[in-house]
Nanobody, 123 residues
Protein backbone atom coordinates (compact mmCIF):
# COMPACT_ATOMS: atom_id res chain seq x y z
CA UNK A 1 0.00 0.00 0.00
CA UNK A 2 1.43 3.32 -1.11
CA UNK A 3 1.46 6.01 1.56
CA UNK A 4 0.40 9.55 0.69
CA UNK A 5 0.60 12.34 3.25
CA UNK A 6 -0.98 15.73 2.62
CA UNK A 7 -0.20 18.94 4.45
CA UNK A 8 -0.63 22.69 4.11
CA UNK A 9 -4.31 23.13 4.87
CA UNK A 10 -5.52 25.75 7.27
CA UNK A 11 -7.64 28.83 7.80
CA UNK A 12 -7.48 31.72 5.34
CA UNK A 13 -9.63 34.73 4.57
CA UNK A 14 -11.42 35.01 1.23
CA UNK A 15 -8.90 36.04 -1.40
CA UNK A 16 -6.03 34.46 0.49
CA UNK A 17 -3.62 31.72 -0.56
CA UNK A 18 -2.45 28.30 0.56
CA UNK A 19 -0.07 25.72 -0.84
CA UNK A 20 -0.97 22.09 -0.28
CA UNK A 21 1.69 19.39 -0.43
CA UNK A 22 1.50 15.63 -0.89
CA UNK A 23 4.48 13.35 -0.29
CA UNK A 24 4.58 9.82 -1.70
CA UNK A 25 7.29 7.22 -2.30
CA UNK A 26 7.93 5.82 -5.77
CA UNK A 27 6.88 9.22 -7.01
CA UNK A 28 8.40 9.31 -10.51
CA UNK A 29 6.11 6.56 -11.80
CA UNK A 30 2.80 7.99 -10.55
CA UNK A 31 0.10 10.01 -12.20
CA UNK A 32 -1.12 12.30 -9.42
CA UNK A 33 -4.42 13.98 -8.72
CA UNK A 34 -6.19 16.25 -6.28
CA UNK A 35 -9.83 15.83 -5.28
CA UNK A 36 -12.00 17.63 -2.76
CA UNK A 37 -15.05 16.43 -0.87
CA UNK A 38 -17.39 18.39 1.35
CA UNK A 39 -19.42 16.56 4.00
CA UNK A 40 -22.43 14.84 2.47
CA UNK A 41 -21.35 15.59 -1.09
CA UNK A 42 -19.70 13.65 -3.90
CA UNK A 43 -15.95 13.68 -4.37
CA UNK A 44 -15.01 16.37 -6.89
CA UNK A 45 -12.04 16.32 -9.24
CA UNK A 46 -9.76 19.36 -8.92
CA UNK A 47 -6.52 18.75 -10.83
CA UNK A 48 -4.12 16.11 -12.13
CA UNK A 49 -0.54 16.04 -13.37
CA UNK A 50 1.44 13.50 -15.35
CA UNK A 51 4.59 11.72 -14.22
CA UNK A 52 6.99 14.31 -15.61
CA UNK A 53 4.96 17.39 -14.72
CA UNK A 54 4.56 18.27 -18.39
CA UNK A 55 0.78 17.95 -18.68
CA UNK A 56 -1.90 19.17 -16.30
CA UNK A 57 -5.69 18.98 -16.16
CA UNK A 58 -8.08 21.16 -14.14
CA UNK A 59 -11.75 21.40 -13.47
CA UNK A 60 -13.04 24.59 -15.09
CA UNK A 61 -14.09 26.22 -11.82
CA UNK A 62 -10.51 26.45 -10.49
CA UNK A 63 -8.63 27.48 -13.63
CA UNK A 64 -6.67 30.67 -13.09
CA UNK A 65 -6.79 30.30 -9.29
CA UNK A 66 -5.28 26.88 -8.55
CA UNK A 67 -2.12 25.36 -10.03
CA UNK A 68 -0.77 21.83 -9.67
CA UNK A 69 2.94 21.08 -9.93
CA UNK A 70 5.41 18.42 -8.84
CA UNK A 71 9.00 18.14 -7.68
CA UNK A 72 10.00 14.53 -8.23
CA UNK A 73 13.35 14.83 -6.44
CA UNK A 74 11.35 15.54 -3.27
CA UNK A 75 8.59 12.99 -3.99
CA UNK A 76 6.11 15.83 -3.70
CA UNK A 77 3.15 17.20 -5.62
CA UNK A 78 1.76 20.66 -4.85
CA UNK A 79 -1.51 22.49 -5.22
CA UNK A 80 -1.01 26.24 -5.12
CA UNK A 81 -4.32 27.87 -4.20
CA UNK A 82 -4.84 31.58 -4.81
CA UNK A 83 -7.86 33.87 -4.65
CA UNK A 84 -9.62 31.40 -2.40
CA UNK A 85 -13.39 31.57 -2.07
CA UNK A 86 -15.69 30.31 0.70
CA UNK A 87 -16.87 27.65 -1.76
CA UNK A 88 -13.34 26.18 -1.73
CA UNK A 89 -13.75 25.24 1.94
CA UNK A 90 -13.49 21.45 2.22
CA UNK A 91 -11.12 18.51 2.65
CA UNK A 92 -8.54 18.08 -0.12
CA UNK A 93 -7.15 14.62 -0.86
CA UNK A 94 -4.12 13.59 -2.87
CA UNK A 95 -4.37 10.47 -5.03
CA UNK A 96 -2.06 8.40 -7.24
CA UNK A 97 -1.85 5.57 -9.73
CA UNK A 98 1.39 3.98 -10.90
CA UNK A 99 2.17 3.72 -14.59
CA UNK A 100 2.32 5.79 -17.74
CA UNK A 101 -1.40 6.59 -18.00
CA UNK A 102 -3.14 9.51 -19.58
CA UNK A 103 -4.58 12.12 -17.23
CA UNK A 104 -7.95 11.21 -15.75
CA UNK A 105 -10.64 13.09 -13.83
CA UNK A 106 -12.53 10.00 -12.62
CA UNK A 107 -12.05 8.98 -9.01
CA UNK A 108 -12.39 5.33 -10.02
CA UNK A 109 -9.17 5.58 -12.02
CA UNK A 110 -6.97 6.20 -9.00
CA UNK A 111 -5.75 3.52 -6.63
CA UNK A 112 -4.09 5.12 -3.60
CA UNK A 113 -5.50 7.94 -1.48
CA UNK A 114 -4.26 10.12 1.33
CA UNK A 115 -6.32 11.09 4.35
CA UNK A 116 -6.63 14.68 3.22
CA UNK A 117 -5.90 18.15 4.53
CA UNK A 118 -8.64 20.57 5.52
CA UNK A 119 -9.00 24.00 3.93
CA UNK A 120 -11.16 26.60 5.64
CA UNK A 121 -11.98 29.89 3.91
CA UNK A 122 -13.78 32.31 6.20
CA UNK A 123 -13.78 35.93 7.26
Amino acid sequence: QVQLVESGGGLVQPGGSLRLSCVVSGFDNYVMGWFRQAPGKEREFVASIDRRGLRVLYVESVMGRLAVSRENAKNTVYLQMNSLKPEDRTNYCCTARAGGYNLQDRASFYVSWGQGTKVTVSS
